[in-house]
């Protein structure tokens, strides 16, 4: 599994990386793992302000649908369209192509409090 040392990682298995004060975020490598073949991506909130730790939305897979936690307090200005015809994108790119939301952030002590790509491999058992 790899999880990218420019990125930060969430305890939820969600990766944000930063550009200015814009924000890309998606699920970890090892989230898309465990929850096996993506179906169907569920994102309502684009041009909503979400708290760090607020769900933003839902993932589908074969067997599960699990949460989406916002990683860092922002409002999500762009939702991957792309995901809409192609969820699988998750699975196969989950760190390019499989992203998942754009944020403007409001606070980068968010985004500096989130784990480092070695803490998220240590806790995930990497």
Known sequence: MQFPEEFRYTKDHEWISLDGDIATVG?????????GDIVYVEI??????VDQGEVFGTVEA????SD?????????????EALQSEPELVNSDPYGKGWMIR????????YNNLLSASEYAEMVGQ
Do not use: C, H, S, Y
């Open 27 to 35: 699920i970890t490598d090892f989230a898309q793992r465990e929850l």
């Open 68 to 80: 989406l936690f916002m990683p860092a307090t922002g409002v999500i200005e762009e939702v991957n």
């Open 103 to 110: 944020i403007r952030l409001e606070n980068t002590d968010d």
């Open 62 to 65: 074969v067997k599960t649908v």
């Open 44 to 49: 309502e909130t684009q041009g909503e302000t």
